[in-house]
């Protein structure tokens, strides 16, 4: 293989980071999340109900962003464009079996992506526009401990342990994956604090431990998210704000890491939520990206729906 060719396939694997780095669902390598942002809001804390059919849940979701940053904060003048769906369907099964005083459960999340985006990249023969979509199964999420613990009269905590499998299809000559080609290992806690007047806060906190990705012998560092929500509960209905916080804590380990390429974001916007007792619950929130370092940023907006039988 000569020195161009090698130039080249770094390039492209580059490219392809960049672009997945903006989606909400999935990203590889490059100094972007892994696993989804923007997934919980209001009731962070708290798990469904035991059940003797468990919970089914859907999440739809929408990733855009014209901007791809570097370790400044500034835009890189690369062309960049993308735009990403997201269907995830989750099945959650809360018991009474008690583990340290909290309601055992587990689950799992399949999660399909629909990718189109364009990006330049400089390359030993000049700049090479890069251009794609894809449509495909991505990285299952397994949740083989949730727990839920309810501390009155009014704070609700949950933890949890996630196992995000190399389920989805990866090509490292290809400039979009919805798969990482690694595991990652994300424990994370969860506190929903509701006044006796209906004023809630509620926080997730997330930490991603990733595997390295035998394709290019890459290995991405320790990733730090919180998403957070505060709002008036008015009826069956929540109403107030949300945003999540992404900082990568550790630096990336491989080819092409340079200083380390530690990235984050943060987000901030509307979200509303709708919860009555035999209805499925909604939830709706429209974040706007800012503050971004080696990554994309963009416009984050989600819809989730739920029901118990």
């Given at each position: 293989m000569t020195q161009d060719s090698r130039a080249f396939g770094r390039a492209l694997r580059l490219a392809a980071a960049m672009l997945l780095a903006a989606t909400a669902?999935?990203?590889?390598?490059?100094?972007?999340t892994i696993t989804p942002f923007g997934v919980t809001d209001f009731g962070a804390g708290l798990l469904p109900p035991p059940t003797p059919g468990g919970t089914w849940g859907l999440r739809l979701a929408h990733y855009g962003s014209d901007s791809l940053r570097d370790a400044s904060g500034d835009t890189l003048?690369?062309?960049?464009?993308?735009?990403?769906?997201?269907?995830?369907?989750?099945?959650?099964?809360?018991?009474?079996?008690?583990?340290?005083?909290?309601?055992?459960?587990?689950?799992?999340?399949?999660?399909f992506m629909n990718i189109d985006g364009q990006v330049t990249v400089p390359t030993p023969a000049g700049p090479l526009g890069l251009a794609g979509s894809d449509l495909a199964l991505g990285d299952i999420q397994l949740l083989p401990v949730m727990l839920q613990w309810a501390a009155p009269p009014n704070l609700f905590v949950s933890a949890m342990l996630q196992i995000q499998a190399p389920t989805g299809a990866y090509d490292v000559s290809e400039p979009f994956n919805v798969g990482t080609n690694h595991w990652t290992i994300s424990p994370m806690i969860g506190l929903t604090w509701i006044s006796d007047g209906g004023f809630e806060i509620s926080t997730q906190a997330m930490l991603n431990f990733n595997t390295e990705n035998p394709d290019t012998d890459y290995t991405s560092g320790?990733?730090?998210?919180?998403?957070?929500?505060?709002?008036q509960h008015v009826g069956h209905w929540t109403i107030g704000a949300g945003g999540y916080v992404y900082q990568q804590l550790s630096d990336d380990d491989g080819p092409g890491a340079g200083d380390g390429n530690r990235a984050r974001v943060?987000?901030?916007?509307?979200?509303?939520?709708?919860?009555?007792?035999?209805?499925?619950?909604?939830?709706?929130?429209?974040y706007k990206e800012f503050g971004a370092r080696n990554r994309a940023e963009g416009v984050n907006i989600a819809l989730r729906s739920a029901i118990s039988f």
């Open positions: 669902a999935h990203a590889v390598e490059g100094g972007a003048d690369n062309d960049f464009d993308i735009s990403v769906q997201t269907y995830g369907l989750a099945y959650l099964r809360m018991t009474e079996h008690e583990i340290w005083g909290a309601k055992y459960g587990f689950g799992a999340v399949i999660p320790i990733e730090w998210k919180q998403e957070f929500a505060v709002g943060y987000a901030v916007g509307p979200a509303v939520s709708f919860l009555k007792p035999g209805l499925p619950t909604l939830s709706l929130h429209a």
